[in-house]
């Protein structure tokens, strides 16, 4: 790994700043690979289609990790097993669950580093359809730039929040962006080409992340099957405008549509309706 990483950096000077993380440290103290945080995760029935389960992620609580004492947040990424038993994690949990679960239903997920318009640092997804066009899971299709092309040539304008792109990884693969411009709209996600991406061995990578390759690794956590909980299912801010209106023959209706996610994540809908005929 040392020698792979001098290798990248002397490729360019300006890859002393890339955005490139190559271990992580989890709840326990320990620095891992990153590679090691991905798994191929199966739901079953519990989750019928990737839609279904980038909406369980999301439901999951957006919580960073707390700090003891009140010092300097410390970047900890938290093992699938921790973070699925607490419920709430960082983008850095979430993220790679996202990208196993995609990758057990057969999609070519990978989590991404990206430097983000608001934050200096964040992690996303990608889903791998073809060389010239990837869809950011957070609902955002990016399209090339050609810096080449002629003026008079209309070039489609990003969409998404996303500046820089460092590296890219999932269980099998880890690759770093070393592209004159690490700019979002200007990357080829063409992971063949290696000019564009320096890939670490894949030997490398499945002697720490392979199945049994090390002890130390957690072992993929099964997800558990839905369930609601009513006492917390019911605790909503009514809004008295709606529910408490003043008047003649009035008149309230609700409707509530309930989805159970595994791992007790619940999405509520709740419609409000009120007819009355006003006496003011």
């Keep these: 790994a040392k020698q792979w990483w001098q290798e990248f950096l002397e490729i360019r000077p300006s890859h002393q700043s890339k955005l490139v993380k190559i271990f992580a440290q989890d709840e326990n103290g ?5 590679c090691s945080y991905v798994r191929v ?53 979430h993220a790679p669950l996202l990208c196993s679960l995609l ?8 989590v991404c580093l990206c430097m983000w318009a608001q934050k200096p640092k964040h992690s996303i997804h990608l889903g791998h359809d073809q060389p010239s066009c990837f869809i950011f899971c957070t609902r ?61 061995s894949e030997e490398a990578v499945r002697s720490v992340c392979a199945p049994g390759s090390s002890s130390s690794l957690p072992t993929t956590p099964p997800l558990c ?36 996610y595994p791992e007790s994540a619940c999405a509520v809908w709740i419609m409000f309706a009120c007819k009355y005929r006003s006496v003011l």
């Design 225 to 260: 099957s839905p369930s609601v909980v009513p006492n917390e299912a019911s605790r909503l801010k009514f809004l008295t405008e709606i529910v408490c209106p003043r008047g003649d023959h009035v008149r309230l209706a609700v409707r509530v549509r309930v989805f159970a």
């Design 140 to 200: 955002y299709l990016h399209r090339p730039i050609d810096p080449d092309a002629p003026h008079i040539v209309p070039q489609p304008k990003p969409t998404h929040p996303y500046r820089t792109l460092g590296c890219v990884f999932n269980h099998k693969m880890f690759l770093v962006n070393c592209q004159q411009s690490d700019a979002v709209e200007l990357c080829v996600f063409d992971f063949t080409d290696g000019s564009c991406w320096k890939a670490m």
């Design 41 to 93: 995760l199966r739901a079953g029935r519990l989750l019928e289609s990737p839609r279904q389960a980038a909406r369980f992620v999301c439901l999951l609580a957006q919580q960073r990790a707390p700090v003891v004492g009140g010092g300097v947040r410390q970047e900890q990424w938290c093992s699938m097993m921790g973070f699925l038993c607490r419920n709430k994690g960082d983008c850095e949990d």
């Design 30 to 34: 320990v620095n891992r690979p990153v």
């Design 103 to 110: 990758l057990g239903f057969g999609l070519d997920a990978y």
